[in-house]
């Protein structure tokens, strides 16, 4: 017989998210944190349904990379009768979903490939596309890589808070530069074809452009001036050397880098799409591409006038340029005309083909700066195909399992990322795009699956409501969802829609009510939210602690000496939260008393918790220290013993942010990452 769900909203502003927020200061937590834009910054979402999905975690943070000071999380509530033995082993990927929300692309001399995506570390593909793997391994952040060069001998540096050297093709890295200032972040890495290195970042409010003549080994400050601007473009033909900084200007070199000072004239502004040498020539990229003529010292313009993103040079003197249209062009005549083609006709709103890089055989790769992808073409940008399938870079938000409903799609995993709900019907071996019209709902990326097999999916635009397996979807509430949860008899859904407030609804969320029993402030907003084993109701009011109500949200109560969790979950019987770099806390009595656990081995302080029956996971960091030259790490966690003793499972694996956890039917043991969905084998 089919119980009707209780499911309760809430909603929050905007600023009050932000004036709450719990985050760290990223600098001091180094790509662990910068990593955390992964897992505690943008990985809100719901769990399943309770009858279905015996792991609950709800924290607050927010659903979307760019802001990290924003809400919420969702919760739901375990089904007890999941077998507890389950294993504690360390996770492998499945095979999606497919997708990546790129910062970088750049080739290797050698024809591999690399790719960078915001929050999911860094990815080659070594067989052009056909495949791509994570390669992390010594990275100060496994989540951000904001500069990446191939030298002509094949070493791999890459800008990920530090600067670090690969010499076995990005199979490992090692920092080569330490920045004397504690805090300073590299965000550029350019190896010259000539030899030299170069890097840059902040340095006492400005950011600096230093030159290695020894591999990395040792670096000197060069002459540039960029201000609070870094340079992202760098090209050179012998001993002149460019370098571009977006709103700073075009600075040349003419010692092979050692000096810089602001040259040429006739450009239109400031704001550059990147520099390339072809035919002993300089192109930029920037309103138009221009070409440098030496003798006058001034830019020229070239037949292309549109906006331009990124510039690259081919063999044979082709050139590319990708045009703020949305369109790829190639010239074969230095510029003078140039045809154009567009990988994708129709493409969303905010969507625009951002990134490109020429392969050592000619190969074209583009990427657009949302989830559309990579495309590679093998005819000079005559056309493109995708070669995204094999690549899973995309932040998982929320993860759910369906057990009610339709027999059909019993047993369908629902995992948000992105810019979309995917969904598997066979444990994670292949992944759909979303079923139904979901785009505009998904800014917040939540989704949750009722005890009746409905499906709950609400972000930016409101709550959607599917009753037929996804095919379709209902508006039922405009409200800006940050967090959802159900469970038979109780549900809820966290938002923001003009004040912090708190939604209810009895009939799986067909519609809602607002409640007005919780003490909200404009100052203390909602943060975690989900279901004690015993079905009572627990929510964080950031900046304040714990409460619980056990009325299903008519009445709540503070639980006395219980912090302001910024995480929290269930595994059916033991409640377990953190607090930023805190040991992590559990309570046995549905959250009454909370008691420590023991401290993570080896100097790691927890950002996250994830459980399930038998088993709980702590997501760790160490921090980076300069003056110790130690690099700060990620790992995950875990403990059989109720929290008395734990063992790092996640050395084998490229990405360690979990964000989400789910059981299916049979057992396995699901988890979103910020690099697609993971399973324990």
Not at 107 to 133: E, M
Not at 521 to 544: C, E, Q, R, S, W
Not at 620 to 644: C, P, R, Y
Request: aromatic share 8%.
């Amino acid at each position: 017989m089919n119980r009707r769900a209780v499911v309760l909203l809430i909603v929050l502003t905007a600023a009050s998210a932000a004036c709450t927020s719990k985050e760290p200061s990223k600098a001091a937590t180094l790509g662990a944190d910068v990593g955390d834009i992964a897992a505690a910054d943008v990985a809100a979402s719901a769990d399943a349904d309770a009858t279905s999905s015996p792991v609950d975690t709800a924290q607050a943070d927010s659903a979307q990379p760019a802001d990290v000071a924003s809400g919420t999380d969702v919760a739901t509530t375990v089904d007890v009768t999941t077998p507890t033995d389950m294993g504690s082993g360390s996770f492998v990927a499945t095979e999606g979903p497919p997708g990546i929300a790129p910062l970088l692309l750049e080739s290797a001399p050698n024809g591999d490939v690399y790719i960078s995506g915001v929050a999911a570390g860094l990815f080659k593909t070594t067989d052009h596309g056909a495949t791509w793997k994570g390669v992390n391994t010594g990275l100060a952040s496994t989540t951000t890589v904001s500069g990446l060069s191939v030298a002509a001998n094949g070493d791999v540096y890459a800008a990920s808070v530090l600067l670090h050297k690969s010499t076995d093709a990005a199979a490992t890295f090692n920092v080569t530069y330490w920045p004397a200032v504690a805090g300073t972040a590299q965000t550029f890495a350019w190896a010259a074809p000539s030899g030299p290195i170069y890097t840059a970042g902040f340095d006492a409010g400005a950011c600096k452009l230093k030159r290695s003549a020894d591999a990395g080994a040792t670096f000197t400050d060069t002459t540039a001036t960029f201000g609070v601007n870094c340079p992202g473009f760098m090209a050179e033909n012998g001993t002149e050397v460019w370098a571009l900084a977006n709103n700073a200007g075009a600075f040349r070199s003419t010692d092979s880098g050692v000096t810089f000072t602001e040259a040429g004239t006739g450009l239109p502004n400031k704001g550059f799409g990147g520099i390339v040498l072809s035919g002993g020539k300089f192109y930029l990229g920037s309103t138009g591409v221009w070409v440098f003529d030496p003798a006058q010292s001034k830019w020229l313009a070239t037949g292309l006038t549109t906006g331009v993103y990124s510039v690259a040079a081919g063999p044979n003197g082709r050139l590319y340029a990708l045009g703020t249209d949305g369109k790829a062009r190639k010239s074969t005549d230095a510029g003078a005309t140039w045809t154009a083609v567009a990988p994708v006709a129709s493409v969303p709103i905010g969507t625009v083909l951002r990134y490109l890089t020429v392969a050592a055989n000619g190969d074209v790769f583009v990427a657009y700066n949302s989830t559309l992808g990579v495309w590679r073409s093998i005819d000079e940008a005559a056309t493109f195909s995708d070669v995204t399938g094999k690549l899973f870079g995309l932040l998982i938000s929320d993860l759910a399992v369906k057990t009610g409903g339709s027999a059909s799609a019993k047993g369908d995993i629902y995992a948000s990322g992105g810019e979309g709900l995917y969904r598997s019907k066979d444990s994670g071996a292949t992944w759909s795009k979303s079923v139904g019209s979901l785009g505009q709902f998904l800014g917040g990326q939540r989704v949750a699956v009722d005890p009746t097999g409905v499906i709950l999916a609400g972000g930016g635009a409101g709550l959607a409501r599917s009753t037929d397996d996804g095919a379709t979807f209902t508006t039922t509430s405009t409200a800006q969802v940050v967090g959802l949860a159900v469970k038979a008899g109780a549900a809820f859904l966290t938002a923001q829609a003009g004040g912090n407030a708190m939604f209810k609804s009895t009939d799986a969320g067909a519609t809602w009510t607002k409640l007005t029993t919780f003490p909200y402030t404009m100052i203390g907003g909602p943060g975690p939210i989900l279901f004690a084993p015993n079905g009572d109701l627990l929510h964080v009011k950031n900046g304040d602690g714990l409460y619980r109500s056990t009325d299903n949200g008519t009445t709540f109560t503070q639980v006395a000496k219980a912090p302001a969790f910024s995480v929290m979950s269930s595994d059916g019987t033991t409640l377990w939260g953190v607090t930023y770099f805190q040991p992590v806390l559990k309570s046995t009595d549905n959250g009454a008393t909370w008691k420590p656990t023991t401290a993570l081995p080896g100097g790691f302080q927890v950002g996250h918790v994830l459980a399930k029956p038998g088993v709980v996971y702590a997501r760790a960091n160490t921090l980076l220290d300069n003056a110790a030259k130690k690099v700060g790490e990620t790992a995950i966690f875990a403990s059989t013993d109720g929290g008395a003793s734990w063992t790092d499972v996640s050395a084998s694996m490229s990405h360690r942010e979990i964000t989400r956890g789910a059981v299916d039917a049979a057992g396995t043991f699901f988890v979103g990452m910020n690099a697609g969905v993971w399973r324990q084998p």
